[in-house]
């Protein structure tokens, strides 16, 4: 066809009712998208230098322009919302494509590299970048350019080493970021491993493709390649449109009547979402949300799938939707809640001329389930479809638009709306041939997560199978979880789907294996329990040890023969005074080693002690002494007189009256398991502080079991903080005692001060 000249085409234009004008040194035109045709577009870049020329510097008025080269448009929607997170996070791989297939054969390099230039000239936004313009981004399309594929000969390398070599380049080439200021948004490497083999590698960054483009661009470079191996010219039809026209109708249709419609659906459909989904990490979750992630894949059963699919017909719901129903369970399970909320991607090409087009479509849904009062999985099946359903007749409003017209609660640790995202494909891969090449469809990840975790199930690439393709941010999970998690999906699906009668909630979800080592395995920890106080134990190792410091407290120190000897003087004086078992006797001590010694006193009377924080009021102490009917206390001296009236004896353990070093001064008395050991008592948030007993069972059950975990020993140190009326403290007291540790017992000033703590911790060099 000859090029009409720079005349007859303003004419033309002039009929077409296209308004045409210089700006600098750029060609404006305004038509509709109708008008501007492939054929048209064609001459208007073949003219433009002539008519730029014809026209000089005519004025005209700034109003949309189209998408020739050096032209710029605006962003649709869901580019802004990643350009915005590449200002957040720039240089990140999470929003990178990467495709890479295993070609056998002899490979055409002319015919390959021919084929993607023509398909890069083909599609504008192959050739695009971002700037800003009037402090707003925009995209500029670059004219078309040589092309040329990055080759890598790896032939070299030796054969053993060649597959994890070749594995490392294509990881890292997916992992590579895109400058989106700059671009170009798409790069195509080759690596040849052998003399028929090779390794085609494009990435594509996803705010200038999705999905349905990558299988577009395969689908058209098929094309080319055959036809320019025959030596023939290419036969895909003109393109109806471009991306950038594509991204004007966004932003006309988002200023019409049907928006209002569809965003007062989602604003009800939304309305009161505040509430996170609560997943249990494997780590806390960052302030800041990061992008680091990894692949879980998984065979989904065909057998399943079959079944999956049987029963969607039998309760007149879609595959999707009764998948999705499986995985909202397990999320409502894993996480406690019954409001679920997640987001699912969908191609949103609802026009013809949108099909056949490279670019951004995708949008993404969000899907929020009610699963309250533990529904059968059936009722919940007709729950999920009236979200799916609704969402789908109102898929045209974007993501970004929702979140900016909803403001929801943003946190820089965690998306907005949904954390989790969930997608279904059930079309079979078209196998795609070269000729005389046999191809192989690799699967590469670019080691990034867009969401706390996404689960794709479809089909696996390799015949008929499916798989489930867990992506997930490894901040926050392990690659144990999440296999756990997907084993735990496909037995519910098995057994919701052969039974959807049952409760959501009673749908079994642990496979026979797992229910055994939780209920069997992890619970055989029966081992003897000694029969004895806990003050027996400390005495049996104050006689293998006896010389070994026991206790330490600020400058002070006791031995085991030290300790052991003055808590059995004074429990032979406190048996004098009627202690035994089942008497308490209130303890009333600064931190100190006369504190200790009080402690093992009363234990090895038999008594059980109940403490008494001296910084208490007078009034809860005067309860506790009144509610305990203790008939002895032992305190401190200087204590005294901060002591509530009373009748019971009082003991003074720095003004001992009692023998302590008399050989055969006192034994420890035996007690049974039932007996107490010591009483503390509640806060009394909730009314009356109540005391509460602990036996010696209790109390010897736990040290006994903590003993025989490795790690304590007698060449430790253990610091003890913990006030004595706090459960916590008979296991920084005790345990080190009975297997020959060090107790370092912390000022009470130590314990309130950090830097004091951590100097004791230093210089006593506690483990």
Same mark, same amino acid.
């Given at each position: ?43 208007l870049?073949?003219?433009k ?16 322009e ?34 890479a ?22 599609h504008?936004?192959?050739r ?20 040329r ?54 990435v594509?960054?996803?705010s ?13 470079l098929?094309?080319?390649y ?9 036969s ?31 604003t ?25 992630g ?81 529904p ?25 638009k ?41 699967i ?100 293998r ?23 059995l003087? /004074? $429990?032979?004086?406190? =048996?004098s005074? %009627?202690? *035994? #078992? ?9 931190? &100190? ?51 509530p ?40 948030s909730?009314?009356r502080?109540?005391g509460?007993q ?8 736990? /040290? $006994?079991s903590?003993? =025989?975990?490795? %790690?304590? *020993? #007698? ?6 903080v913990?006030?004595? &009326? ?29 830097a ?12």
């Open positions: 066809m000859t090029p009409l000249s720079p005349t007859a085409l303003l004419a033309r234009l002039r009929d077409l009712d296209v308004k045409i004008w210089v700006e600098g040194e750029r060609l404006r035109i305004n038509a509709p998208t109708d008008v501007l045709t492939p054929e048209l577009r064609a001459e870049t073949a003219g230098a002539a008519l730029i020329e014809m026209l000089g510097h005519a004025p005209g008025v700034a109003v949309a189209s998408s020739l080269d050096g032209a710029t448009a605006p962003l649709s929607f869901s580019q802004q919302r990643l350009w915005f997170l590449d200002q957040l996070r720039p240089n990140s791989p999470e929003y990178n494509i990467p495709g297939t295993r070609i056998v054969g002899a490979l055409n390099h002319e015919a390959l590299e021919r084929a993607i230039a023509a398909i890069i000239e083909r504008d936004v192959l695009t970048h971002f700037a800003m313009v009037d402090g707003a981004p925009v995209q500029v399309v670059e004219p078309p350019r040589a092309f594929v990055t080759v890598h000969d790896l032939r070299e390398l030796p054969e053993s080493d060649r597959d994890r070599h070749v594995r490392e380049l294509l990881l890292a080439e997916a992992a590579r970021s895109f400058d989106l200021a700059r671009g170009p948004l798409f790069r195509a490497t080759v690596y040849r491993v052998g003399d028929e083999e090779h390794i085609v590698m494009l594509l960054h996803h200038v493709g999705d999905g349905w483009s990558g299988w577009i661009f395969i689908q058209e098929v094309a080319l055959t036809a320019f191996v025959r030596g023939e010219p290419s895909l039809p003109p393109l109806p449109m471009q991306y950038a026209d594509f991204a004007r109708w966004q932003r006309q249709w988002m200023e019409g009547d049907a928006l209002k419609a569809d965003l007062e659906y989602w009800g459909q939304l309305e009161g979402l505040n509430e996170a989904l609560e997943l249990p990490t494997d780590r806390p979750r960052p302030p800041v949300q990061t992008s680091n990894a692949l879980e894949k998984m065979v989904f059963p065909t057998e399943l799938m079959e079944r999956v699919e049987a029963a969607s017909r039998r309760e007149g719901v879609t595959p999707f939707m009764m998948l999705l129903a499986a995985f909202t369970t397990v999320l409502a399970r894993y996480s406690g809640q019954d409001d679920i909320t997640l987001g699912t991607p969908i191609a949103n090409r609802t026009r013809v001329d949108f099909e056949s087009l490279i670019g951004l479509f995708a949008n993404t849904l969000v899907l929020r389930t009610d699963l309250s009062g533990n059968p999985f059936r009722e919940l099946l007709q729950r999920v479809r009236e979200v799916a359903l609704g969402a789908y007749a109102h898929q045209d409003v974007p993501f970004e929702l979140v900016e017209v909803l403001h929801p609660a943003r946190e820089m640790s965690r998306a907005p709306l949904f954390q989790v995202l969930f997608a279904f494909q059930n079309i079979p891969h078209e196998n795609f041939r070269l000729p005389g090449l046999t191809l192989e469809r690799l590469l990840h670019s080691g990034a997560a867009q969401a706390d975790l996404s689960l794709h199930v479809g089909r696996d690439g390799e015949g008929d199978g499916y798989a489930l393709a867990f992506e997930y941010n490894t901040d926050l999970f392990d690659g144990a979880t999440i296999h756990a998690m997907g084993e735990h999906f496909l037995k519910l699906t098995g057994e919701a789907v052969d039974d959807p009668s049952q409760h959501i909630l009673d749908v079994p979800m642990l496979s026979e294996e797992e229910l055994h080592r939780l209920l069997v395995e992890w619970n055989a920890t029966d081992a003897p329990l000694p029969q004895v106080g806990v003050h027996e134990l400390i005495g049996a190792q104050a006689r040890t006896p010389d070994a410091v026991a206790v330490v407290f600020e400058d002070l120190s006791m031995t085991y023969a030290e300790l052991h000897g003055r808590s003087a /004074l $429990a032979a004086h406190l =048996r005074l %009627g202690v *035994g #078992p089942g008497v308490f006797v209130a303890l009333c001590a600064d931190r &100190s080693l006369d504190m200790f010694v009080g402690l093992l006193g009363i234990l090895n009377a038999g008594g059980a002690y109940v403490p008494l924080d001296p910084a208490y009021p007078a009034d809860r102490l005067a309860h506790m002494l009144e509610d305990a009917g203790c008939p002895v206390v032992v305190t401190q001296s200087h204590l005294r007189q901060a002591l009236a009373t009748d019971a004896r009082v003991v003074m353990l720095d003004e001992a009256p009692w023998p302590e070093s008399e050989e055969g001064a006192g034994t420890a008395e035996a007690v049974g398991g039932d007996d107490p050991a010591y009483a503390i008592f509640t806060s009394g909730t009314g502080p109540k509460v602990v036996p010696h069972r209790a109390l010897v059950n736990l /040290l $006994a903590m003993a =025989r975990a490795p %790690g304590l *020993g #007698p060449d430790d140190t253990l610091l003890a913990t006030t004595l &009326s706090f459960d916590i403290a008979g296991l920084e007291l005790y345990l080190p005692l009975i297997v020959g540790a060090r107790v370092v017992l912390a000022s009470r000033e130590a314990a309130l001060d950090p004091r703590l951590a100097a004791l911790i230093e210089r006593e060099r506690v483990t």
